[in-house]
């Protein structure tokens, strides 16, 4: 069996902005693009994708007029080599709307749902790209064994370019302006 039977040959061949603009809404769906190759997202779990719908529309309600907050698009992190991320949730400025493709400076949080298959990238990989492109914030959440939602929250360093420890909460998400997390069982 050649690489070839198993992805296209696009999937490995180094992309730029130019031709991957061109590309559909549809031909984006399920990919994020890494220092320029194409890195398919596993398939997000009904449970985490309604976390992360229910989270967006609590933080849309609460952003005011400013801001906006939905799922399901890329952040253009940088140019070249072209990095696009799909966050589970994004919270961006709403004067930004219509530009595409969104920029870490039109955002000013992203949310990743940790789902299987998923960890590693969203613990470790994503955060530093996250940071480094200047996002202010970034919030993660896992599923405790028990079924509650953990959530992470972490603010951006701008010396370092690092994120830190914004806390660790458990239990119902809530949302309220500016954008913090109240939860309904406490701290973890």
């Known amino acids: 069996m050649t690489a070839e039977m198993v992805a296209p040959a696009w999937m490995h061949t180094q992309l730029s902005a130019e031709p991957y603009d061109s590309w559909s809404e549809e031909q984006c769906a399920g990919i994020e693009i890494v220092d320029g190759l194409v890195?398919?997202?596993?398939?997000?779990?009904?449970?985490?994708?309604?976390?992360?719908?229910?989270?967006?529309?609590?933080?849309?309600?609460?952003?005011?007029?400013?801001?906006?907050?939905?799922?399901?698009?890329?952040?253009?992190?940088?140019?070249v080599p072209l990095t696009n991320r799909r966050p589970d949730v994004v919270v961006?400025?709403?004067?930004?709307?219509?530009?595409?493709?969104?920029?870490?400076?039109?955002?000013?949080?992203?949310?990743?749902?940790?789902?299987?298959?998923?960890?590693?990238?969203?613990?470790?990989?994503?955060?530093?790209?996250?940071?480094?492109?200047?996002?202010?914030?970034?919030?993660?959440?896992?599923?405790?064994a028990t079924g509650v939602p953990i959530i992470g929250t972490y603010v951006l360093d701008p010396a370092t370019k690092a994120y830190r420890d914004g806390g660790m909460f458990t239990g119902v998400i809530k949302a309220a302006a500016p954008f913090s997390v109240t939860v309904d069982l406490g701290t973890a």
Do not use: M
């Open 39 to 79: 890195a398919v997202s596993p398939s997000a779990c009904k449970r985490p994708s309604r976390l992360a719908r229910i989270l967006a529309n609590a933080l849309d309600a609460a952003a005011g007029p400013d801001w906006n907050a939905d799922t399901g698009f890329d952040v253009r992190l940088q140019d």
């Open 92 to 144: 961006y400025r709403a004067d930004a709307i219509d530009l595409t493709p969104t920029r870490p400076e039109h955002v000013l949080l992203v949310v990743e749902v940790v789902s299987p298959g998923s960890e590693t990238t969203d613990r470790i990989v994503k955060v530093d790209q996250y940071a480094k492109a200047g996002i202010a914030f970034y919030w993660r959440i896992e599923r405790a």
